[in-house]
């Protein structure tokens, strides 16, 4: 039925196309590669970091092993003696990549200490994407090459992000009764500066359809279409902005913004993947705090220190999570590097969150293009060595992150005996595994020589196929014997497989040598009384150590489903599935992911090239010196962490950065643009504004209003700017084709979670009920089961806002339509349009049955057909139908009930069916104009 009805669909689409146009493979206009910046941020913060410390000791033009030097892309690409480490764009391709990744035992990289697999990935994922390297061939030292310091002190604080927020003088333009707000003169200025002229309004039905989207990611209901379109009233726009605002919707779509710069996740990702059980109070703590229209340098502030403000409350110490929610590498051996790659990613986030800048690049040397030393960073990074982000617990080798617990003695007795119920499941589990391996052991051992003769009759070339053949004859383990024939192969100087070697010719030979050989090592060792008693015969000794070594000669593979067999593994897994089932129902300790105070300290060493082993002169708590505003230095607590006096600097309005980062996210989020294009970066490499005066303007009134961001949103969405329309002339397009200067509003393709809500919205499907923990596992679980199957579902009705993110496994709908990395900050989402997408619109699950219920729903409300069609359009588009778009439906509507073999009733909610799929699957359903 799912196949015949999607193949249907697409002879519908074509049908469809030129009224409400399908969503097509293309490029947009507006669509661009990634910026250099954001490569050349990535190599600094994570891939020169990695070079410098791990390669350049032994691949450096003062010692060039192997003859390879790694100290520059050109360097890189001419390679050593093996050849070019470099493929640009292939990492599957370069031998960089395979020599850390250790899969050649002759080409293993460093030869010593292997590279994380985080660090393999940052490896991987650089080449992939092109190698980027600024760096240039040199005669010296890496450290001298890469000594060359960014912009100065003095000239960073007469770069235009880092002077002073001043309030802009509003440009005078006579008669123009375009202008309604400020925003409009500022705007307009620039559009007459470069000859253009505005757009038309767009019509009532355009600006609804937009500001709905745009306020509160649902579009408009048919009652909310009507009452808008028939109120004529001079305050018509203003009330409807006031009531999108006092909408609880509203901080469920603005809260997801500030979600993407927070790198919000319900799990860690990384190395282990274990559940953020408790991220959801941070959520909605965002989520709520937007809707209250808390002041945002509150909102701010609360995020870096709200646990030691005064009078801290829970909600305050939740809005900590900010600082815990990146992704941690949590079994790092090495305790002191994981609290400083911590403390790396917390002022790498919040540099780019609040402030705009990539502190991150710093780490190990001055940073190449801003104004920020070394010392600046260390001086940061003084402040969060003070601060906790760890708990005194762990599981193994996983450290557990710090929570504020909110619980009381009552509700952890009761964990603590759930807490038993799971231990003693997983026990379960675990004893029933562990003493079928022993099993296995024991067999093996029993069957030796067996094994041995066996081995005879294949190679080590042999595939596990052709092995199975010959285990089976004698009732061996298949993966046992290929192990036991490579062990014998790799270990031909061991004396005890020298003698297998000398006799491997004659499978004969070899049972009555081993034979005899194992059975008088039983009789001794039976005779000394102890199973694993020297024996004195260095013969039979020989025999004993090699036949008990568990990961020798007769090794069991470690992993359960190589193991057992299928009845044995289906118990094993029915043990792990029910351990499983009970952890993940489970409930949680009341409590936040977040940070606390640790033991203050008021200094830090410098970290040579970035590492902790490595250490230099001791660096003082301290701001960034380009961003002092005052010559007086702060008398930093001595019982504190500074993280208070830190976000309280941040938050002031004497800072040049915080107001203008935060309203440029704003107008991005409006208009599909920045000012300043890249959100997170307003330094050098960061593009400049496109209208410095209005940012400076907007900053200042937004600081001068208290920071509320509902009357930011006033001022700019009742701007004659956001209300134009996106038809403009032909000329208009020719001279500012990126729209830079704003002469038409953007087409905006609709976010991810805005296209689900919207789906299941016109389908009459969506849940409103909102907040609440929707991830199902228990904090501190693993994502991947047993069978490394994830377990998320995402079959909820609730808003996309509340479903869970999961780092390394995204829902797929997420990862079609542009859901950013979430182990990153960002502001500025890409939109791409690639065939897949179309795909999803066809052929997924929630657009059928959504198409199926909003079918039904028109045939149940309404009786007349062209009233059908009307409301279907006016649902999904909020605009009538065209005369030419009716006919088509009818037309359309009554081949399909006609040619159909259904009866009457089946045949007609079949037709309604594909036409309301066609119109869900349009490009005008998930574009906003």
Same mark, same amino acid.
């Given at each position: 039925?799912?196949?015949?009805?999607?193949?249907?669909?697409?002879?519908?689409?074509?049908?469809?196309?030129? #009224?409400?146009?399908?969503?097509?493979?293309?490029?947009?206009?507006?669509?661009? *590669?990634?910026?250099?910046?954001?490569?050349?941020?990535?190599?600094?913060?994570?891939?020169?970091?990695?070079?410098?410390?791990?390669?350049?000791?032994?691949?450096?033009?003062?010692? /060039?092993?192997?003859?390879?030097?790694?100290?520059?892309?050109?360097?890189?690409?001419?390679?050593?003696?093996?050849?070019?480490?470099?493929?640009?764009?292939?990492?599957?391709?370069?031998?960089?990549?395979?020599?850390?990744?250790?899969?050649?035992?002759?080409?293993?990289?460093?030869?010593?200490?292997? #590279?994380?697999?985080?660090?393999?990935?940052?490896?991987?994922?650089?080449?992939?994407?092109? @190698?980027?390297?600024?760096?240039?061939?040199?005669?010296?030292?890496?450290?001298?090459?890469?000594?060359?310091?960014? $912009?100065?002190?003095? @000239?960073?604080?007469?770069?235009?992000? $880092?002077?002073? &927020?001043?309030?802009?003088? +509003?440009?005078?333009?006579?008669?123009?009764?375009?202008?309604?707000?400020?925003?409009?003169?500022?705007?307009?200025?620039?559009?007459?500066?470069?000859?253009?002229?505005?757009?038309?309004?767009?019509? !009532?039905?355009?600006?609804? /359809?937009?500001?709905?989207?745009?306020?509160?990611?649902?579009?408009?209901?048919?009652?909310?279409?009507?009452?808008?379109?028939?109120?004529?009233? !001079?305050?018509?726009? #203003?009330?409807?902005?006031?009531?999108?605002?006092?909408?609880?919707?509203?901080?469920?779509?603005?809260?997801?913004?500030?979600?993407?710069?927070? =790198?919000?996740?319900?799990?860690?990702?990384?190395?282990?993947?274990?559940?953020?059980?408790?991220?959801?109070?941070? =959520?909605?703590? &965002?989520?709520?705090?937007?809707?209250?229209?808390?002041?945002?340098?509150?909102?701010? *502030?609360?995020q870096i220190a709200g646990d030691l403000i005064p009078n801290a409350t829970r909600q305050t110490k939740i809005a900590t999570g900010f600082l815990a929610l990146g992704g941690r590498v949590l079994a790092e051996r090495d305790e002191e590097k994981l609290i400083m790659d911590?403390?790396?990613?917390?002022?790498?986030?919040?540099?780019?969150?609040?402030?705009? $800048?990539?502190?991150?690049?710093?780490?190990?040397?001055?940073?190449?293009?801003?104004?920020?030393?070394?010392?600046?960073?260390?001086?940061? @990074?003084?402040?969060?060595?003070?601060?906790?982000?760890?708990?005194?617990?762990?599981?193994?080798?996983?450290?557990?992150?710090?929570?504020?617990?909110?619980?009381?003695?009552?509700?952890?007795?009761?964990?603590?005996?759930?807490?038993?119920?799971?231990?003693?499941?997983?026990?379960?589990?675990?004893?029933?595994?562990?003493?079928?391996?022993?099993?296995?052991?024991?067999? @093996?051992?029993?069957?030796?020589?067996?094994?041995?003769?066996?081995?005879?009759?294949?190679?080590?070339?042999?595939?596990?196929?052709? +092995?199975?053949? +010959?285990?089976?004859?004698?009732?061996?383990?298949?993966?046992?014997?290929?192990?036991?024939?490579?062990?014998?192969?790799?270990?031909?100087?061991?004396?005890?497989?020298?003698?297998?070697?000398?006799?491997?010719?004659?499978?004969?030979?070899?049972?009555?040598?081993?034979?005899?050989?194992?059975?008088?090592?039983?009789?001794?060792?039976?005779?000394?009384?102890?199973?694993?008693?020297?024996?004195?015969?260095?013969?039979?000794?020989?025999?004993?150590?090699?036949?008990?070594?568990?990961?020798?000669?007769?090794?069991? !593979?470690?992993?359960?489903?190589?193991?057992?067999?299928?009845?044995?593994?289906?118990?094993?897994?029915?043990?792990?599935?029910?351990?499983?089932? *009970?952890?993940?129902?489970?409930?949680?300790?009341? %409590?936040?992911?977040?940070?606390?105070?640790?033991?203050?300290?008021?200094?830090?060493?410098?970290?040579?090239?970035?590492?902790?082993?490595?250490?230099?002169?001791? +660096?003082?708590?301290?701001?960034?010196?380009?961003?002092?505003?005052?010559? &007086?230095? !702060?008398?930093?607590?001595?019982?504190?962490?500074?993280?208070?006096?830190?976000?309280?600097?941040?938050?002031?309005?004497?800072?040049?950065?915080?107001?203008?980062?935060?309203?440029?996210?704003?107008?991005?989020?409006?208009?599909?643009?920045?000012?300043?294009?890249?959100?997170?970066?307003?330094?050098?490499?960061?593009?400049?504004?496109?209208?410095?005066?209005?940012?400076?303007?907007?900053?200042?009134?937004?600081?001068?209003?208290?920071?509320?961001?509902?009357?930011?949103?006033?001022?700019?969405?009742?701007?004659?700017?956001?209300?134009?329309?996106?038809?403009?002339?032909?000329?208009?397009?020719?001279?500012?084709?990126?729209?830079?200067?704003?002469?038409?509003?953007?087409?905006?393709?609709?976010? %991810?979670?805005?296209?689900?809500?919207?789906?299941?919205?016109?389908?009459?499907?969506?849940?409103?009920?909102?907040?609440?923990?929707?991830?199902?596992? /228990?904090?501190?679980?693993?994502?991947?089961?047993?069978?490394?199957?994830?377990?998320?579902?995402?079959?909820? *009705?609730?808003?996309?806002?509340y479903l869970p993110v999961i780092r390394n496994n995204l829902y797929p709908l997420f990862q079609q339509f542009d859901f950013p990395d979430p182990t990153m900050p960002t502001g500025d989402r890409s939109a791409t349009v690639v065939a897949p997408q179309s795909l999803w619109?066809?052929?997924?699950?929630?657009?059928?049955?959504?198409?199926?219920? $909003?079918?039904?729903?028109?045939?149940?409300?309404?009786?007349?057909?062209?009233? =059908?069609?009307?409301?279907?359009?006016r649902r999904s588009f909020a605009r009538s139908p065209s005369k030419s778009e009716m006919e088509r439906a009818k037309a359309f509507l009554q081949k399909e009930i006609t040619i159909a073999t259904l009866p009457a009733n089946d045949a007609e909610l079949k037709a309604w069916?594909?036409?309301?799929?066609?119109?869900?699957?349009?490009?005008?359903?998930?574009?906003?104009?």
């Amino acid at each position: 039925m799912r196949n015949h009805h999607a193949s249907l669909l697409r002879v519908l689409l074509v049908i469809f196309a030129p #009224l409400t146009g399908m969503v097509l493979s293309a490029t947009c206009p507006g669509d661009e *590669l990634k910026p250099v910046q954001q490569q050349a941020e990535f190599f600094e913060t994570h891939v020169r970091p990695l070079l410098v410390s791990r390669c350049l000791e032994c691949h450096s033009a003062a010692e /060039r092993n192997g003859g390879l030097s790694l100290e520059s892309r050109q360097e890189s690409l001419l390679g050593g003696d093996s050849g070019p480490a470099l493929v640009p764009g292939a990492a599957e391709s370069s031998l960089l990549i395979h020599a850390v990744r250790y899969k050649n035992r002759d080409l293993q990289m460093p030869p010593q200490n292997r #590279l994380s697999d985080a660090e393999i990935a940052t490896l991987e994922k650089w080449i992939a994407q092109g @190698a980027y390297d600024p760096r240039e061939p040199s005669d010296s030292t890496s450290e001298a090459a890469s000594s060359a310091h960014g $912009m100065s002190i003095e @000239a960073g604080r007469q770069f235009w992000s $880092m002077r002073g &927020v001043t309030l802009a003088a +509003v440009p005078e333009i006579a008669n123009e009764a375009w202008i309604k707000t400020p925003i409009d003169a500022f705007v307009l200025k620039r559009m007459r500066d470069n000859d253009l002229t505005p757009a038309p309004d767009a019509t !009532p039905e355009s600006w609804l /359809r937009r500001i709905t989207f745009d306020l509160t990611g649902l579009p408009p209901t048919v009652q909310e279409l009507e009452q808008f379109t028939n109120d004529d009233s !001079p305050g018509a726009k #203003l009330r409807v902005i006031d009531r999108l605002l006092a909408s609880p919707a509203y901080g469920v779509r603005w809260g997801r913004h500030w979600l993407d710069v927070a =790198r919000y996740a319900d799990s860690n990702g990384l190395d282990e993947n274990l559940a953020f059980g408790n991220a959801w109070r941070y =959520r909605d703590y &965002v989520i709520n705090a937007l809707n209250d229209n808390k002041p945002i340098d509150e909102f701010l *502030l609360e995020q870096i220190a709200g646990d030691l403000i005064p009078n801290a409350t829970r909600q305050t110490k939740i809005a900590t999570g900010f600082l815990a929610l990146g992704g941690r590498v949590l079994a790092e051996r090495d305790e002191e590097k994981l609290i400083m790659d911590t403390i790396d990613e917390q002022i790498d986030t919040l540099g780019k969150a609040m402030l705009g $800048m990539t502190f991150g690049c710093a780490r190990c040397h001055d940073h190449k293009f801003d104004p920020i030393t070394q010392q600046d960073y260390y001086a940061l @990074a003084a402040i969060f060595r003070g601060t906790r982000s760890f708990a005194s617990t762990n599981t193994g080798n996983i450290h557990h992150w710090f929570e504020h617990s909110f619980a009381d003695d009552a509700e952890r007795e009761r964990l603590a005996e759930i807490d038993a119920q799971i231990a003693a499941k997983k026990s379960a589990a675990s004893k029933f595994k562990n003493a079928e391996m022993g099993r296995l052991r024991s067999e @093996a051992r029993e069957n030796v020589t067996q094994y041995l003769v066996a081995a005879t009759k294949i190679t080590p070339e042999s595939t596990l196929g052709e +092995v199975a053949q +010959v285990a089976s004859q004698d009732g061996l383990h298949p993966r046992i014997l290929h192990h036991c024939r490579l062990h014998l192969e790799h270990g031909i100087d061991d004396p005890f497989c020298a003698q297998w070697h000398q006799r491997k010719g004659s499978p004969d030979e070899v049972r009555l040598f081993f034979g005899d050989l194992f059975d008088r090592m039983n009789v001794a060792v039976v005779e000394s009384g102890k199973s694993n008693a020297t024996l004195s015969d260095p013969q039979l000794e020989l025999a004993r150590v090699t036949v008990n070594d568990a990961t020798g000669l007769l090794s069991v !593979p470690p992993q359960p489903e190589f193991a057992f067999d299928a009845e044995t593994l289906d118990k094993y897994y029915q043990l792990e599935e029910a351990a499983r089932v *009970l952890e993940s129902s489970s409930p949680d300790e009341s %409590a936040a992911i977040g940070v606390s105070e640790s033991e203050p300290v008021a200094e830090i060493p410098l970290h040579i090239r970035g590492s902790h082993l490595n250490l230099g002169e001791a +660096v003082s708590r301290e701001f960034p010196a380009v961003m002092r505003q005052t010559s &007086v230095r !702060p008398i930093w607590p001595e019982d504190e962490s500074g993280r208070l006096q830190l976000a309280q600097w941040i938050t002031g309005t004497r800072h040049p950065l915080t107001a203008r980062v935060f309203v440029n996210r704003v107008w991005r989020w409006h208009f599909g643009r920045g000012i300043v294009s890249t959100t997170e970066n307003f330094g050098a490499l960061g593009d400049p504004p496109s209208h410095p005066e209005l940012l400076d303007y907007l900053a200042y009134r937004f600081m001068q209003s208290g920071w509320s961001l509902k009357e930011l949103h006033r001022l700019i969405l009742r701007s004659s700017v956001y209300g134009q329309s996106s038809h403009a002339s032909q000329s208009s397009f020719d001279a500012d084709p990126e729209n830079r200067f704003l002469s038409r509003f953007p087409v905006q393709r609709l976010d %991810a979670e805005q296209i689900r809500d919207a789906i299941l919205l016109v389908a009459g499907r969506l849940d409103r009920q909102q907040g609440g923990k929707t991830v199902p596992l /228990r904090n501190r679980q693993f994502v991947f089961n047993h069978t490394s199957v994830d377990h998320t579902r995402y079959d909820s *009705l609730c808003r996309a806002a509340y479903l869970p993110v999961i780092r390394n496994n995204l829902y797929p709908l997420f990862q079609q339509f542009d859901f950013p990395d979430p182990t990153m900050p960002t502001g500025d989402r890409s939109a791409t349009v690639v065939a897949p997408q179309s795909l999803w619109m066809m052929n997924s699950d929630l657009v059928m049955d959504s198409a199926t219920q $909003m079918a039904g729903n028109l045939i149940a409300a309404c009786a007349d057909e062209a009233d =059908r069609i009307t409301t279907l359009y006016r649902r999904s588009f909020a605009r009538s139908p065209s005369k030419s778009e009716m006919e088509r439906a009818k037309a359309f509507l009554q081949k399909e009930i006609t040619i159909a073999t259904l009866p009457a009733n089946d045949a007609e909610l079949k037709a309604w069916t594909q036409l309301c799929h066609a119109v869900l699957a349009s490009n005008e359903f998930i574009y906003l104009k």
